[in-house]
């Protein structure tokens, strides 16, 4: 029973997805804007920003080009909110990963400005979400900065997805999976119908990701890739949405921002973090709640995880020879007050949170390498509370 006002951001006004969405949507972006900022990142996606401003130029807008030299970061924004309004731009188009499209989102939001999202992996689903991820010019969590709506027109075409490389589908699998192990925890006892809603969609999402995962993974451009890369980039931003503040993230969040502390990790995908975070949490659930389900749960998840070429342990996360301080740092930033790992219905403090990382690293070397779960194995809730 809804006892409060709630607002939702639910999606995003337009949705342009499948092969050749970016040239699908070329009505679209005149009625957007006239003086766009093309936003992006990467020199391995240089490529496709050049063709896009062309097509931009041909549609007859005048595109800025501007790129972040860092994560999502004040430093960055400044410097490009001070380059859109000299340029007198009137709407951001952000092409790349999920920070660029974290950094476009936020910059349209503080100036004003329409936004066009146009993810170039399916790693996140930071293309679809009111959301933006804050980081230090380093690369370490900030905070997340709730915005006033999603963008308004999310493509998602792909044709540019394909290009990525693969383990950042990889990525978004862990990322999307995890909202199930973090919404059945927080939100799994609500009596709000649309945060129920959201759960349930959030099991669905999860069974379909293990079944499909390793189909999608070896036919890129198949049928089974495309329903995954959707569901990691576009169907995990609608749980989101749904379920609002109310269906949170929990530990496996809260240990990707603890992890992003050290720079030992900052060649993981934000993804690969999060799916640890989801052992780590479940390793919690299991030692610390005494539910049983936990452990069954994480025993599913290793092999799953390592089929995929995620990160199961520390030795995995780049952390083998990390001193017991910079595990320290990592437990306390997820642990400090306020963070979403004290969602869970426990107390967890810095050492409880140190020994569940370390025993599901010990415990990850002794499950046997199994194909990925059955689909009835699958179905039961596992994290449930």
């Known amino acids: 029973?809804?006892?409060?006002?709630?607002?939702h951001a639910i999606a995003p006004a337009r949705l342009v997805?499948?092969?050749?969405?970016?040239?699908?949507?070329?009505?679209?972006?005149?009625?957007?804007?006239?003086?766009?900022?093309?936003?992006?990142?990467?020199?391995?996606?240089?490529?496709l920003r050049k063709q896009a401003c062309a097509d931009l130029l041909y549609l007859g807008l005048?595109?800025?080009?501007?790129?972040?030299?860092?994560?999502?970061?004040?430093?960055?924004?400044?410097?490009?909110?001070?380059?859109?309004?000299?340029?007198?731009?009137?709407?951001?188009?952000?092409?790349?990963?999920?920070?660029?499209?974290d950094a476009g989102k936020l910059l349209a939001h503080r100036l004003g400005l329409s936004c066009i999202t146009v993810p170039t992996s399916a790693a996140t689903?930071?293309?679809?979400?009111?959301?933006?991820?804050?980081?230090?010019?380093?690369?370490?969590f900030r905070s997340d900065v709730a915005l006033d709506r999603c963008p308004d027109l999310l493509?998602?075409?792909?044709?540019?997805?394909?290009?990525?490389?693969?383990?950042?589908?990889?990525?978004?699998?862990?990322?999307?999976?995890?909202?199930?192990?973090?919404?059945?925890?927080?939100?799994?006892?609500?009596?709000?119908?649309?945060?129920?809603?959201?759960?349930q969609q959030a099991r669905v999402l999860r069974d379909q990701l293990l079944l499909e995962a390793e189909a999608a993974l070896a036919e890129p451009g198949g049928e089974a890739w495309v329903r995954v890369a959707e569901a990691a980039a576009l169907t995990a931003g609608l749980i989101g949405g749904l379920g609002g503040a109310r269906c949170r993230t929990v530990a496996a969040h809260a240990v990707h921002n603890g992890l992003t502390q050290l720079p030992a990790c900052h060649h993981l995908l934000h993804g690969e973090k999060v799916g640890f975070g989801v052992l780590a949490q479940l390793r919690l659930e299991e030692?610390?709640?005494?539910?049983?389900?936990?452990?069954?749960?994480?025993?599913?998840?290793?092999?799953?995880?390592?089929?995929?070429?995620?990160?199961?342990?520390?030795?995995?996360?780049?952390?083998?020879?990390?001193?017991?301080?910079?595990?320290?740092?990592?437990?306390?930033?997820?642990?400090?007050?306020?963070?979403?790992?004290?969602?869970?219905?426990f107390a967890v403090s810095a050492n409880d949170l140190l020994t569940a990382m370390v025993s599901t690293m010990a415990e990850s070397r002794q499950v046997e390498f199994i194909s990925a779960p059955c689909a009835e194995t699958s179905r039961c809730p596992e994290s449930s509370p």
């Open 287 to 345: 030692l610390l709640g005494g539910h049983r389900l936990a452990s069954q749960a994480r025993r599913q998840l290793i092999p799953f995880f390592r089929a995929l070429g995620l990160p199961v342990s520390l030795e995995d996360l780049g952390l083998a020879e990390a001193s017991l301080n910079d595990l320290n740092t990592v437990c306390s930033f997820a642990v400090q007050p306020g963070s979403d790992l004290h969602h869970l219905p």
């Open 1 to 7: 029973m809804v006892t409060a006002i709630s607002q």
């Open 17 to 47: 997805r499948g092969p050749s969405a970016w040239s699908s949507s070329f009505d679209s972006l005149p009625s957007l804007c006239r003086r766009p900022m093309l936003l992006g990142r990467s020199p391995a996606t240089a490529h």
């Open 125 to 140: 689903c930071a293309g679809w979400t009111a959301l933006a991820n804050l980081y230090s010019a380093e690369g370490a």
């Open 62 to 101: 005048e595109p800025l080009a501007a790129n972040l030299l860092f994560d999502c970061c004040e430093h960055d924004l400044q410097r490009l909110a001070a380059e859109a309004q000299a340029g007198r731009c009137d709407g951001v188009i952000a092409m790349g990963g999920g920070k660029v499209l």
């Open 155 to 199: 493509i998602f075409d792909h044709d540019l997805v394909l290009q990525a490389p693969g383990h950042t589908l990889a990525s978004g699998i862990a990322d999307a999976i995890a909202k199930w192990y973090e919404a059945s925890v927080s939100s799994g006892a609500s009596g709000d119908g649309l945060v129920q809603q959201a759960v």
